[in-house]
């Protein structure tokens, strides 16, 4: 089981900037294709952004769409989430994930990823 390790989150005001981390100490880290979700408090968990293993392909919700960036340093075993142009209805809990299949897919289901990092707050102040 990869293990995942989430930083960065914080308290921000509606229009700032944050970037997340993820990190997966040890293990094949190139083989997993890898997303990140949120949850805010009383919602279910949803899809915001996923990255090809290589690093090549990216895919978005449409509510993160041109103002969030998923990027992955392979050398680092980490993810990255740059979020720009925060809006009040960004605050949740963010969470990476690794999916293991080794098809190559990219899915935006929770049921699809195998290890899940804990979850870091994005606080958006309005």
């Known amino acids: 089981q990869v293990k995942l390790i989430v930083s960065g989150g914080g308290l921000v005001q509606a229009g700032d900037s944050l970037r997340l981390s993820c990190t997966a100490p040890g293990g094949t880290f190139e083989n997993y294709a890898m997303g990140w979700f949120r949850q805010d408090v009383g919602q279910e968990r949803e899809f915001v952004a996923v990255i090809s293993r290589a690093g090549t392909t990216t895919f978005y919700s449409d509510t993160v769409k041109g103002r969030f960036t998923i990027s992955r340093d392979n050398t680092k075993n980490s993810i990255y989430l740059q979020m720009n142009s925060q809006k009040h209805k960004d605050r949740a809990a963010y969470y990476c994930?690794?999916?293991?299949?080794?098809?190559?897919?990219?899915?935006?289901?929770?049921?699809?990823?195998?290890?899940w990092g804990q979850g870091t707050q994005d606080a958006v102040s309005s």
């Open positions: 994930a690794a999916d293991k299949d080794s098809s190559g897919r990219m899915l935006t289901a929770v049921w699809a990823y195998d290890a």
